[in-house]
Every structure is written in structure tokens, then in C-alpha cells.
């Protein structure tokens, strides 16, 4: 999986970073993306509180949220990042309506969605951008989150 | 005596030659099979291609089902995230904005004269700008969006841009591939 820079850094890493970037601006240089640092920094502790792995629709609008309000998205672009309800559906008077209910594992629905449109809709470039996408933005974010549980 | 060959079945070739008189004097053919080995790859080749496939094989697709479900199913923006609007509903509940505005319909069945307007204008195909599949479940009590692997698409979940805006109106409608022909159409006023 194609790791997106922006969400990818490792704590170590963002330390490292923050240094280099106080370092460069006691130099009177201008760091490339501090607020990309800082905010990634954000996303990793909010992440601290979400398992992508057993986590309900709901839990992934607030997340996507939170993210958004830390500058975590990137562009500000929430709705690219954060999809509509998917999975299993009814038809309840007239209209279809999401039929999940709890936790699920998030990052697997991405996975096969990806698969699904790689293997079913690979001239759709649209459609085939878009999912992947999410889905490596969404594997960032459960990369910063997998210290959770240490 | 004659010595023809009178047909190539198969593996065999078969000979009827060596005329002879019986007692009554009629000519009777004495005919010999002769193993020639396998045939050939051409000749295969055109026997498959002479012969009528097995009918057991034979699985004629069905027609594309008609379109018998068209709405408006969400509404996001960067501020609200996504808002879902039943059928009955005409406009948001929520009051939308942010620079971001993106619009969800969902059909069941299969159209192939997709219609949106924005504000009263028709908008390129290009606002469309993903599409999930939807198939029944493998339980047939309901709905899978998107499809699974294996499972046949019964209908279509588009996603429509219009970043920039922060209220509008919009409108989309479909007509069926196949027969009857029909057109269904939704609208939503975004606040």
C-alpha cells in the first residue's frame, strides 16, 4: 500500500521533524509544511481513540471530524475523505436506508471496495482515483493509531 | 477394382474400395477401417467450428431491468458531513456549507439517459464524479452498496460535485435502458 507522506509519519519521526523545523526557523528558514507536522501530530493522538478495525459509522463521522477540525484532512477536503454510509441497506418506506448497526471492521469494508472497483470498474478512473484514495488515507490513519493498544 | 476413399470420420478413415462381383453378380463393396492416429489440429479446429455448441452451455444474459428506484439519498458538505434525506423529503434538514457540496443519488435498475440540473442548468457528466455499484445481498433480504465480489449489480449509488456552493437546487432523472422505457426523476433544495 502506497503510503500517503502527509499521515505517515511515525512518532519518531514527528519529533525528529518538529526539531528540524525549530532548527529551521531559528535560521530564519522557512519550514516546508509545519502545519502538516503539527497536524499530523493531532491525528496521531486522535487516532489514539479509534480502532478503524472495530469502529461503527458514526464513530467515523466524528474521527473524520476531529481530523478536520486538527487540520488533519488534507486540502480541508472532508467529504473526499470521508465516505457516505456503505455496507448492508433495506428498503424501509420507500426508501433505502443503511442497515448497519455497531462496530465493524472500517479499514476490511475499504479493502473490498477497493478490490471490488480494481476487478469490476478499472475503466472508471473516476470512481477508481476516489476509493483509493480513501482507502490509503484511511491505512495512514490506522498506521498512527496501532500504538494504541502498546 | 476400385480404390476410393469416401469419407475422414474422426480418428478413422474409412475406405470402401475393392469392388468385387458376388454370386448374383452384383458389385459389394468391401469396406476396411483403417486407425490414421489422432486428427489433426486444423481439422479439429474446423469441426469446432462446424459443430453446434451444447445447448447445456448456452446461457442467454437477461435484459437489463428496468429502473424502478431514483433518489436523492445524501447531502454533505465540509461543515455538516453527510445529511440523509428520505424520499418524502424536498429539501435539507441541515443548512449546508463549507467549500465543499456534494450530492449522493441512488437507482435501482439500469437507465442510460442521466439527466442533473444544478439552479435550473443541465451539469456535465463529469460532476458525476464517482460511482458505486449496488447488488442484492447474498441473504436477498436487502441491499449490499457497494457490490461484493461475485454478486450481480442491480443499481447504481452516484456521487455529484458542486464545491463552491453552499445552497442550491438540484435535480436528477433517469430513463430506463430497456423496456418500459420509463423516466424517474428526484429533487432536492440544499440549505
Known sequence: ?150 | MMFKKTVVFGSLLLLSGFSNADNSGRNVQEKIIVDMGAPSAKLQAKQMRELPRPTAEVHPMAPAPALTYLQVAYVGSSNIGWEGVSGFQTSTAADHGGTQLRIVTEELGYGSIPVATWNGGVVSSAKNYQTDTICVNWAGTGYDIPCLAGQTVVGFRKYWNFDGYQSGSFTYQNTSTNSPGNTMNDSMLVK
Not at chain 1, 35 to 42: A, E, L, P, Q, Y
Not at chain 1, 93 to 104: A, E, P, Q, W, Y
Open chain 1, 1 to 150: 500500500m502506497k503510503i500517503n507522506a502527509y499521515t505517515a509519519l511515525s512518532t519518531i519521526d514527528l519529533v525528529n521533524a518538529k526539531a528540524e523545523a525549530k532548527k529551521a526557523s531559528s535560521k530564519g528558514v522557512t519550514a516546508a509544511e509545519p502545519v502538516s507536522i503539527d497536524s499530523t501530530g493531532k491525528a496521531a493522538q486522535i487516532m489514539q481513540k479509534y480502532d478503524l478495525h472495530n469502529i461503527s459509522y458514526s464513530e467515523v463521522t466524528s474521527m473524520a471530524m476531529e481530523l478536520q477540525k486538527a487540520g488533519a484532512i488534507p486540502g480541508g477536503n472532508l467529504l473526499d475523505y470521508l465516505p457516505p454510509p456503505e455496507g448492508q441497506f433495506k428498503m424501509q418506506n420507500g426508501t433505502l436506508v443503511s442497515d448497519n448497526h455497531g462496530k465493524g471492521d472500517f479499514i476490511k469494508a475499504l479493502d473490498d471496495h477497493l478490490t471490488y472497483v480494481e476487478k469490476n470498474q478499472a475503466s472508471d478512473f473516476s470512481t477508481l482515483f476516489q476509493v483509493r484514495r480513501m482507502v490509503n488515507f484511511y491505512h495512514n490513519l490506522d498506521s498512527l493509531g496501532s500504538g494504541r493498544h502498546a
